[in-house]
């Protein structure tokens, strides 16, 4: 009976295989011989080697800093929000109203395809859908109606985005002349011409007296 059995195993596996039964026999040994090697070097027991868990995607992420709030600066000032330093937030500008857009740095951060947005008042090339360095500022001076629908569609998704932060210092007007000092010396011109003349009427009084007096003698 036995006999028989292995006589039919032999026959399917070479009907199946192909191989002569010697040679089945040897693949399938080197294959549990190659597995158990790899085990040893490779997978070791769980006292020896313990088994890392693989770090997820969100551990790896660092949270956020919360968004500071800046006030007014200037542009100058804004250019240092470019990205370019790792432990600043990256910020840009609409229409002089700076949203912190860190959340998005790979977009426009450093080698994204906004990056040339970043400290900046984008407005004008963001109306223009322009990459020029030339539309690189808040002027809106020459656009036309199409032109500032497609920005203020762009300033109605930042306002949804992201966090104001701060506006852009306007830049500081030439000072008016000032007609106080201009008042202050006709002031004092009309204050001397009433001293030189009541000057001149006791001058003129004291005269007269005096003639008087010489008259009486």
Request: no cysteine; charged share 25%; proline share 7%.
């Amino acid at each position: 009976m036995a006999v028989e059995l292995l006589e039919t195993v032999k026959e399917a596996i070479t009907a199946y295989t192909g191989l002569s039964p010697n040679a089945f026999f040897t693949v399938v040994a080197s294959g549990i011989a190659i597995y158990y090697v790899y085990s040893v070097l490779f997978g070791g027991s769980s006292d020896h080697h313990p088994q890392h868990r693989p770090r997820s995607f969100e551990e790896d992420v660092q949270p956020l800093p919360p968004p500071v709030q800046l006030g007014e600066i200037s542009e100058e000032e804004l250019k240092a929000y470019d990205g370019n330093d790792p432990q600043k937030p990256l910020l840009m500008a609409i229409k002089g109203q700076i949203y912190d857009v860190t959340q998005s740095r790979m977009f426009y951060g450093p080698g994204g395809p906004y990056a040339l947005f970043a400290g900046k008042d984008a407005s004008r090339a963001l109306a223009k859908m322009s990459f020029e360095e030339k539309d690189l500022n808040g002027d809106l001076t020459g656009l036309g109606a199409f032109e500032l629908d497609a920005l203020q569609d762009w300033e109605y998704k930042f306002m949804s985005k992201y966090v104001k932060v701060g506006s852009i210092k306007n830049p500081e007007a030439a000072p008016e002349p000032s007609t106080t000092a201009t008042a202050e010396p006709a002031h004092g011109s009309g204050a001397t011409e009433a001293t030189e003349a009541k000057e001149e009427t006791a001058t003129t009084t004291t005269t007269t007296t005096t003639t008087e007096v010489g008259k009486d003698d």
